[in-house]
């Protein structure tokens, strides 16, 4: 049984450190994306306020990629909320996996006795009635919307609509 939560913790584990590797990666892109954005901005309106370009269709180009790219670094920081979502949630899981793997490492190394059978008793009720309360599930996505247009409610026969 031991092997089989060491086995589970080891995954956790990967888990944990896959989605923190995600983590700082989409922070990283968010941020370089939305300073590329800036500039791209910036230097497109400074060239557009200096007047040394006869055609401005490059510069609202340039405006343009700027905008774009500030929208592709909002994206990348929504991923990056995303992961610290599920990050938490690997780390809880994990934290509770050692405590239940602490608690019966003890339990395992108490003297043969009732002392010990009280012990892995209450063990066992508390690990069987652990609520997934105490766990904090990653929230839910928001609902879809039905495309379908709502039905009116039908009117009772011989009632009139008013």
Known sequence: MLEDINRDLAQLIEYYAINKSQAKSSFRMSVAAIITGFITIISGVWLSY???????????????????????GGAYF?????????????????????DTMLAITLTENLPEGPLRHRAVDH??????????????????????????????????????KT
């Open 50 to 72: 200096s007047g040394n370009l006869p055609n401005q269709n490059p510069l609202y180009i340039s405006v343009l990629a700027g905008v774009i790219l500030e929208f592709i």
């Open 123 to 160: 063990l066992i009720s508390v690990i069987a009635s652990r609520d997934a309360k105490i766990l904090p599930e990653p929230p839910p996505t928001a609902p879809r919307r039905s495309r379908l247009p709502a039905r009116k409610a039908a009117t009772a026969p011989g009632k009139k």
């Open 78 to 98: 929504y991923l990056y909320n995303r992961s610290l979502v599920q990050l938490n949630f690997f780390f809880s899981r994990l934290a509770l996996m050692q």
